[in-house]
């Protein structure tokens, strides 16, 4: 069963800024702010869905946090599963439901990081 899509939609900064404050309302640390959103990714993210990765097409089926406090993407291609990190995801078009959340994300990571263009929360 695949999930529900739809046309790319722009979400505005004031949007993104209030996910960014539900997400992180009781979060005290950038691994509690990574928790919040892992919640809110996997509440709001219509799973699973199909993305191309390296010119492969790949399903994800869930979303997880590493001991690194990273959200991947949990992705298949036949038997062989792969994590991704969401930060590095390449969304398909249309996205999948709730794909404004992972947007959310990439936005507080880029202001962590001090890049406003392509930052991330710690890799590794």
């Known amino acids: 069963m ?13 949007y993104l800024d209030k996910l960014i404050e539900e ?11 990574a928790g919040g959103f892992l919640v809110m990714i996997e ?7 199909v993305t191309q990765v390296l010119g492969q097409e790949v399903t994800v089926g869930k979303v997880d946090i590493t001991k690194r406090d990273q959200i991947v ?25 709730g794909a404004e959340w992972i947007d959310a994300y ?4 880029r202001e962590l990081s001090g890049d406003s ?3 991330c929360l710690s890799a590794d």
Do not use: H, W
């Open 106 to 109: 990439r936005r507080l990571a």
């Open 73 to 97: 993407a949990i992705c298949s291609c036949g038997k062989v599963t792969q994590a991704i990190p969401i930060l590095d995801l390449p969304m398909p078009d249309p996205r999948p439901d």
């Open 2 to 14: 695949k999930a529900k899509t739809k046309k790319t939609p722009k979400f505005t900064t004031k």
């Open 23 to 33: 997400a992180t309302m009781d979060a005290y640390n950038e691994s509690e702010q």
């Open 43 to 49: 509440e709001n993210l219509a799973l699973p869905f």
């Open 117 to 119: 263009k392509n930052g």
